[in-house]
């Protein structure tokens, strides 16, 4: 599993694993009338603003995170990886995404 800063070149995948994502949160709510694609939504502009990191496995963007100074803003994880994995690994991508900025260190 690679983490790294997210590039511009990313961005169809970061919209392909967030757009999937929030799908499956609001199939839990019962509120997919309200899904909204990230190229669209009025909170892009403060996603891209974001420190992101991005999880990679096998050339695939499986998660990412976006990090504001003092706050963990976005943690969004494929729902495909996050099925074909137990709880405890895909707990684990996130925490190591986070962890590579000191500013996030100072979070805990």
């Known amino acids: 599993m690679l983490i790294r800063k997210y590039e511009n070149s990313d961005f169809d995948q970061l919209c ?10 609001l199939k839990t709510a019962n509120m997919e009338q309200v899904f909204i694609q990230l190229r669209d939504a009025p909170y892009l502009g403060y996603l891209l603003k974001c420190k ?5 496995k096998e050339e695939k963007m ?10 963990l803003s976005f ?3 494929d729902p495909n990886f996050s099925k074909a994995r137990s709880r405890k690994e895909t707990n684990g991508v996130c925490f190591k995404a986070i962890r590579k900025t000191n500013k996030a260190r100072s979070i805990y």
Do not use: C, P, T
């Not at 992101?52 to 990679?56: G, K, T």
């Open 52 to 56: 992101i990191y991005v999880a990679i």
């Open 16 to 25: 392909h694993v967030m757009d999937r994502a929030r799908m499956q949160e």
């Open 62 to 71: 499986v998660g990412f995170v976006g990090l504001r100074s003092h706050e």
């Open 75 to 77: 943690l969004y994880v």
